[in-house]
C-alpha cells in the first residue's frame, strides 16, 4: 500500500511540473549580465497551489521594480538594490514548487533547505521568494533567504507588497545589526522600514543608511547595493562568519575578519540565539 501511494504520489507531482511549462517561464536561474552580488527572485509554490503566474503575467516584476524604486528615494537617488535581470532586459523571476504541502506557519528551515538543495545558494547571491500560500506573517527573512506571503492578510495590495518586501529585503541585507540606533530586538529599528508593525506605512530607512559610525554596518556598503561601495560588506559572509564562530554554520569566507571592522561594543555580544545562515541549509535536507 505504502509503494502504491508512493507511486500515485510521484506521478501527480510529475504531472504537476508538466502542467507548470509556460511560455516566458523559467525553472532555474538564467545567466547573470554581471558578476557583482545580486538578488534573485523566485515565486514558490505549494505542491497543491494554483498557479496565479505572478512570474509570468508582469505583476511581480512591476511591483518588485516600484519597490526599488521606493530605495533609490530614500536613499536620495544614491543607490538601489541590484536585481537579477536577464540578457533581454527583464527581471530574473524562477518557478518553483514545493515536492511537498508547505505547512504555513513555521520557519523557514524546510524553504530554506529545497532551495539551497535546488541550486539556490550561491553566498553572492540573495534569494527572494514570493510564495502563493497562506501565512500568519506577511513574510519572513535572514541573511541569503527572504519570503513574503501572497495571501497573507497583510499582503492583499501592492503598497502592502511592497512595503514587507522592502522589509524583509533589509533582513536579507542582515538589518537589523543591535549596534543600529533604534533597534529593540529581532532584527527590528522603530519607526523605519525595518520596524514592526508601529512603522505602518513608513518608507524610510532611519538609522541603517548613511549613519556615520563606521563600527556598524550601513546598509550603503551592502555589496548588494548598486553602485558599490568602496568599503563593501557582503552580509551573507558577515552573518555566517559570526555563525560559524559560535558553532551555528559555515562562513563562506572562513576568514572573513567581521570584528576587526565591526568593532561596536554591541555587535560584538554576539547572540548564539539570533545568529543565522542560511545559504548552506541544503545540507540539512534531508532532516525536514
Not at 513555521?106 to 550561491?122: C, H, R, S
Request: hydrophobic residues 30%; proline residues 4%; contains cysteine.
Amino acid at each position: 500500500m505504502k509503494k502504491i501511494l508512493l507511486i500515485l504520489l510521484t506521478t501527480f507531482f510529475n504531472f504537476s511540473l508538466l502542467a507548470d511549462e509556460k511560455p516566458g517561464r523559467f525553472f532555474k536561474d538564467q545567466p547573470d549580465i554581471t558578476t557583482k552580488p545580486q538578488i534573485h527572485f523566485i515565486y514558490l509554490l505549494n505542491e497543491d497551489s494554483k498557479d496565479r503566474e505572478w512570474d509570468i503575467n508582469g505583476k511581480m516584476e512591476s511591483e518588485l521594480m516600484e519597490a526599488n524604486e521606493k530605495v533609490f528615494k530614500m536613499t536620495k537617488g544614491k543607490q538601489k538594490l541590484r536585481y537579477d535581470m536577464r540578457k533581454d532586459g527583464k527581471l530574473d523571476i524562477s518557478f518553483v514548487r514545493f515536492d511537498k504541502k508547505y505547512k504555513g506557519n513555521y520557519g523557514m528551515n524546510y524553504p530554506d533547505a529545497f532551495l539551497t538543495k535546488n541550486g539556490f545558494n550561491d553566498p553572492n547571491k540573495t534569494y527572494f521568494s514570493w510564495v502563493d500560500v497562506s501565512h500568519r506573517d506577511g513574510g519572513q527573512a535572514s541573511v541569503h533567504h527572504g519570503y513574503i506571503f501572497l495571501k497573507s492578510k497583510y499582503n492583499q495590495s501592492k503598497n502592502k507588497r511592497i512595503l514587507i518586501s522592502l522589509h524583509e529585503l533589509m533582513h536579507t541585507q542582515g538589518f537589523a545589526f543591535s549596534c543600529n540606533k533604534g533597534y529593540y530586538g529581532s532584527s527590528h529599528i522603530r519607526n523605519t522600514i525595518v520596524g514592526g508593525p508601529e512603522s505602518g506605512d513608513k518608507f524610510t530607512f532611519g538609522s541603517i543608511y548613511d549613519h556615520g559610525d563606521k563600527t556598524c554596518p550601513d546598509l550603503k556598503n551592502s555589496v548588494f547595493l548598486e553602485p558599490m561601495s568602496e568599503k563593501s560588506f557582503n552580509p551573507v559572509e558577515l552573518k555566517c562568519a559570526m555563525a560559524a564562530e559560535v558553532g551555528r554554520g559555515l562562513a563562506p569566507k572562513p576568514n572573513y575578519k567581521w570584528r576587526e571592522r565591526y568593532s561596536h561594543k554591541k555587535i560584538t555580544k554576539v547572540n548564539k540565539k539570533r545568529t543565522w545562515c542560511t545559504y548552506n541549509r541544503y545540507k540539512d535536507y534531508k532532516n525536514h
